[in-house]
């Protein structure tokens, strides 16, 4: 299991959701299962529910008769917990991160190191692949992609020189990709260059965004008051949308009041900064230098 992924800020999430040991919590995120082990720890007669669009984070099932795994995607949570006969839950757990077996499986195409197709699928049950994205999507479309998910500074290049290069032949690998946009690498930044390329695409393959808010709206439902929400994020994306939904209960920057003034919140924050690994967890595994964690309790 530790050799699929390694849980990043295990002790801080799991001690964050508080656990109640009789308690109905879901790890939105199984993946390796180090999350789920960690709160099975802590229940009696609870009982966990986790989810996973990952075929292969099946294989790290737990043998406990407290456990459910439920494969498919979270962001319709609230629809297979209630066909489960579930309305209600004590605390959920969110790892958006990729997985280490997904980035060091190269196949799957996730990272930019290995040169393998350009696929991304979290589910290669069908969808996209970030090669058909390269290949098909229109010029305005790969600029507003690179701009909006990969947050880079010369998207309307990048989607030029892409769409130029198609045009002699189909950029299906990453070592492809990485080729036709090396002259447009900064030379002291050029991982960070490449690794907001394949996040943006990703991202869109995978329809990240939507699918975390989604998420997010259904725990929020679900949640009972004083249930608690602890989400691990890993770009300022993802961080901003974990900030405001449970800061003001939305996604957007400024707060929305009702029609008499006042601002209703869905959440009490337990954590007013994000929590970050210490010196000790990132150098036992440096994956974790991104990490945020937030986490917040359900008023009512």
Known sequence: MNDYHIPVLLKESINGLNIVPDGIYVD???????????????????RLYAFDQDEDASENQPEDKRFFFIQGNFRFIKNFLKYEGVEQID?????LGVSSHQFDTSE?????????????????????????????Y????????????????????????????????RIN???????????LAPKQAENQFFSKVFQALRIEVNHEIESLKDMLSGAACLL?????????????????????????GHFTEEPVKDIYGNRPELFRLVTRKPVVAGDKELKDNPRAR???????????
């Open 28 to 46: 939105a995120t199984f993946g390796g299962g180090g999350h789920s082990s960690e709160i099975l720890k802590y229940l009696t007669h609870g």
């Open 91 to 95: 605390g959920l757990i969110a790892d």
């Open 108 to 136: 799957r195409g996730f990272t930019y190191r290995s040169d393998a197709l350009l696929d991304m699928r979290m589910n290669r049950q069908g969808g996209i692949t970030a090669g058909t994205i390269i290949n098909d």
């Open 138 to 169: 229109e010029e305005d479309r790969l600029f507003r992609l690179f701009k909006e998910y990969g947050e880079l500074n010369n998207a309307r290049k990048l989607a030029n020189v892409i769409v130029h290069e198609r045009e002699k032949q």
């Open 173 to 183: 690998s990453a070592f492809q990709l990485i080729s036709c946009l090396r002259p």
């Open 224 to 248: 009972k008051p004083g249930g608690r929400l602890a989400v691990i994020s890993y770009h300022s994306l993802e961080d901003r949308l974990v900030k405001n939904f449970m800061r003001w």
């Open 290 to 300: 991104s990490a945020h964690l937030r986490i917040g309790e359900k008023i009512n």
